[in-house]
Nanobody
Framework: QVQLRESGGGSVQAGESLRLSCMAL????????IAWFRQVSGKDREFVLG????????FGGDFVKGRFTISRDNEKNTFYLEMTSLKPEETATYFC?????????????????????WGQGTQVTVSS
């Protein structure tokens, strides 16, 4: 079983940056596809960015282009979401996730049901 824990959330001003971390407390995720989602209370979970295992190809929504980056450090069993130029409408709880087995890439990275293991979420608040 993989257990994930996010950290790095907080309150920032519009235009500022933040880096979220997701550490696997149990299990090794070096060969796992990974992803970040976000959710505003009362709305569906929204896909932010994902990365395949292996070559590390990355996928994300249009809104992240040039602003958000997903990366991983296998030695630390941790992956990251770097966010720049944050906007107030991006205030949400951010979740990291991974799939249920190694060497498997989701057919649809933006589908929450593709992911079995989730962190508890970390709040990001962007003020104008």
């Amino acid at each position: 079983q993989v257990q994930l824990r996010e950290s790095g959330g907080g309150s920032v001003q519009a235009g500022e940056s933040l880096r979220l971390s997701c550490m696997a407390l149990r299990g090794t995720i070096s060969n796992y596809a990974i992803a970040w989602f976000r959710q505003v209370s009362g709305k569906d979970r929204e896909f932010v960015l994902g990365a395949t295992w292996g070559l590390g190809s990355k996928f994300g929504g249009d809104f992240v282009k040039g602003r958000f980056t997903i990366s991983r450090d296998n030695e630390k069993n941790t992956f990251y979401l770097e966010m720049t130029s944050l906007k107030p409408e991006e205030t949400a709880t951010y979740f990291c996730a991974t799939v249920d087995r190694p060497r498997y890439n989701p057919t649809a990275f933006d589908e929450p049901l593709e992911y079995k293991f989730w962190g508890q979420g970390t709040q990001v608040t962007v003020s104008s």
